[in-house]
């Protein structure tokens, strides 16, 4: 009987240490690209710890592409190395070949990057990462065909979502003809791609995307096709041989956009001012030094700020764009359940934040030029983005409404809320 009680208290002890070894190495949430799902550095560096742990337990090029994925959003200076070790372990591993083709991304006729890419596709023709890289290396290359075939699947392979698409949709709808529009990142810029080019929906916007203007090709490019003569081939090289110098001797600091994005912006504004084209900022741009004094400068129009001299009267305009959020603007993807439920640090819904923002900014303008359109944008605003809004801002956000006093609707609601005595 002894016997059989060690055996069973040994067995018991095992299993209880199998269960705490395995809750050490538990596996790790998958990485995303920050398209989809955004984190903060600190997040980064704690999954990467994470997935370095879990594939030190249960190697696998699986894991191992994962880590590397974490540590290059976490920024660590091993990363490369890490990667290389990789690549040379896991040769065939589409993650791990997408990521090496990144070292170089935006780089002038990078075809080792390009066939890492096509690699990539090839092993796993479900895997849409790289394409979103081939869109931008098939522009330098300026293979037209191939760049819009690449835009054909992103947009049939559903990898850019709902809710993204429609916001750029909507931010076109507020473009003034032949407008120029100056984008940011990977979300507001792609779909508006595949929309002008693909779906052929406001084809006579140009869309600059500023981080590419960083690069040695992509201001030309532009100007190839169709963008007003801002800078020559020459100028673009004497322009980045000084701002490099002076952010090596220390005179400036490198702006945290990239070195050359910003003062390419402005010759671009001025030139298009001299053609008599719009130029909008979308809502998304962080803003840094010029462009801040171009927003701030700028006439706000929701989900865009137009930067240069008006065509149009400030009047006509509030009214025009009133109008197009409340009849044109497409809310499936904004009142979709991946939304409503959707995680902390989901990319889309970190973007339809810019609705309540963008909206509320024209509270004033709309209460003074479009009073009509007050209760048509407030019933908007509650059915389609306060469920969005965090919590923590909800109350900040409804209460401005409570402005419009003369509106008994919006009174009644702002009274019922404690929002106003």
């Known amino acids: 009987m002894k016997l059989i009680a060690y055996l069973i208290i040994s067995v018991i002890l095992i299993g209880m240490s199998c269960s705490q070894h395995k809750k050490a190495v538990e596996r790790p949430e998958k990485i995303l690209s920050k398209r989809e799902v955004v984190y903060d550095s600190e997040t980064y560096n704690k999954l990467s710890q994470l997935w370095q742990k879990y594939y030190d337990e249960y190697p696998s090029e699986d894991a191992y592409a994962n880590w590397m994925y974490a540590a290059r959003y976490a920024s660590l200076p091993e990363y490369e190395n890490l990667l290389k070790k990789g690549l040379d372990k896991y040769p065939s591993n589409p993650t791990i070949l997408y990521l090496a083709s990144m070292i170089k991304h935006g780089a002038h006729d990078n075809l080792e990057g390009v066939h890492l890419l096509e690699r990539a596709i090839e092993l796993d023709p479900t895997y849409t990462d790289p394409l979103f890289s081939l869109v931008v290396n098939y522009m330098d290359m300026k293979d037209e065909q191939k760049l819009d075939l690449a835009l054909k699947k992103l947009l049939e392979s559903g990898a850019i979502s709902d809710e993204i698409i429609d916001y750029s949709y909507n931010m076109l709808a507020c473009l003034e003809k032949d407008a120029i529009l100056i984008t940011n990142g990977d979300n ?74 910003d003062t390419l912006i402005t010759k671009l504004v001025q030139a298009a001012e001299r053609e008599g084209k719009p130029v909008y900022l979308a809502a998304t741009l962080y803003l840094s030094g010029p462009i801040k004094k171009y927003w701030d400068n700028g006439r706000k129009l929701g989900l865009v700020t137009l930067v240069n001299a008006p065509r149009e009267n400030y009047n006509y305009q509030i009214n025009k764009i009133t109008n197009i959020w409340l009849n044109e603007f497409r809310t499936s993807g904004i009142d979709s359940w991946k939304i409503k439920y959707a995680k902390t640090g989901d990319a889309g819904k970190q973007l339809m934040l810019n609705y309540p923002a963008g909206l509320l900014k024209l509270l004033d303008s709309i209460g003074r030029y479009a009073p009509g359109k007050t209760l048509p944008l407030f019933n908007w605003y509650r059915k389609h983005l306060e469920p969005l809004i965090p919590i923590e801002n909800l109350s900040d956000m409804n209460k401005m409404w409570c402005t419009f006093q003369d509106v008994p609707e919006i009174n009644r609601w702002c009274k019922q809320m404690g929002y106003s005595e």
């Open 188 to 261: 507001d810029t792609y779909p508006g791609w595949i929309l002008t080019r693909i779906i052929e929906y406001r084809p006579d916007v140009k869309i600059v995307n500023r981080s590419l203007l960083n690069t040695d090709w992509y201001p030309i490019y532009l100007i190839e096709n169709g963008l007003p003569d801002f800078v020559t081939k020459k100028e673009l090289n004497e322009l980045r041989d000084n701002i490099w110098e002076a952010i090596k001797s220390g005179k400036i600091e490198m702006p945290p956009t990239g070195p050359y994005s």
